[in-house]
């Protein structure tokens, strides 16, 4: 089924957060990458507020300069563009944001419940449902433009994934068995999305952190983390009010992290 474009818009003309966050919808049907054309407009001087949407992204883009796989018709590929009144020290809090929305809006929609990865990975059963990579650029603007980009696996068929993504990727529609409604969905999401992020708006960024704190599937975990510079294991501790993750090292240090992949080794204490 295709993106019904006037359910997004009734929906988001439905609620006033949600309105706040998007003045503007775009739909391009086919893309490059929705967070590049998103930060190409920001480079314009586009003010924030904006939500790029499509139906297929030809070079997709994940974290780490990795390509998001973005088949036709079946999954929701879109970025928004907001100029937040914060610090960009705090940017990593709207991925914290998006995480939690991305969770809440799947468990509304699809029933079902998807664990956060930190920094920003939804998974089931430790394959990957849903990604968001933030962009940011320094200039193009007054205010730091800041591009969140998130790509859900809804209705792609197990067998449709590239083999090299087989094992760890997975859809709602791989875990339901039947197809879920994108629009539906996307429009869940970006409510919850709204949500979270007045929030941090309105200088409630410990609500935010304390959810993060007790939903994020990471923390009490034995970890190994790659950086671009070297790779070492400890136990995921603690996400700070900068959304950095906190990793207590063998020798008791603790290890403060922005950027870097996760794997999660086994559970090692009790985490609520
Ligand atoms: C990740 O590696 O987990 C992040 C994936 C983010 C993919 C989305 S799809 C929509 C937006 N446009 C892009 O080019 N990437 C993000």
Redesign the pocket.
């Known amino acids: 089924m295709s993106l019904d474009l006037e359910k997004i818009e009734s929906h988001r003309l439905a609620y006033p957060r949600l309105r706040e966050m998007i003045r503007e919808v775009l739909f391009v049907e086919r893309v490059?990458?929705?967070?590049?054309v998103a930060l190409e407009m920001a480079s314009d001087g586009m003010p924030g507020g904006l939500l790029i949407l499509?139906d297929s992204?030809r070079?997709?883009?994940?974290?780490?300069d990795?390509q998001?796989f973005?088949p036709a018709g079946a999954n929701?590929?879109?970025?928004m563009l907001l100029r937040p009144y914060l610090p960009v020290r705090e940017f990593p809090l709207f991925s914290m944001a998006a995480s939690l929305a991305l969770r809440d809006g799947i468990q509304r929609v699809a029933g079902i419940i998807s664990e956060i990865k930190w920094p920003?990975?939804i998974l089931i059963e430790e394959k990957?449902l849903?990604?968001?990579?933030l962009e940011s650029k320094t200039s193009g603007g007054e205010t730091t433009p800041l591009v969140i980009?998130?790509?859900v696996n809804v209705n792609v068929d197990p067998e449709g994934f590239p083999r090299t993504l087989k094992k760890t990727a997975t859809s709602l529609k791989a875990v339901l068995g039947h197809a879920v409604d994108r629009t539906d969905l996307l429009n869940v999401i970006l409510e919850a999305l709204s949500e979270q992020i007045s929030l941090l708006h309105e200088g409630k960024k410990d609500l935010l952190i304390q959810r993060i704190q007790k939903e994020c599937a990471t923390l009490g975990k034995k970890v190994r983390v790659n950086t671009i510079r070297q790779e070492f294991e400890g136990l995921a501790e603690e996400i700070d009010g900068d959304g950095a993750l906190l990793i207590r090292m063998g020798d008791g240090r603790l290890r403060r992290i922005l950027i870097g992949d996760i794997t999660h080794l086994r559970e090692t204490v009790g985490h609520d």
């Open positions: 490059e990458s929705t967070n590049r499509s992204q070079k997709g883009k994940g974290r780490l990795r998001w973005s929701l590929y879109f970025s920003n990975d990957k849903a990604g968001i990579l980009g998130i790509g």
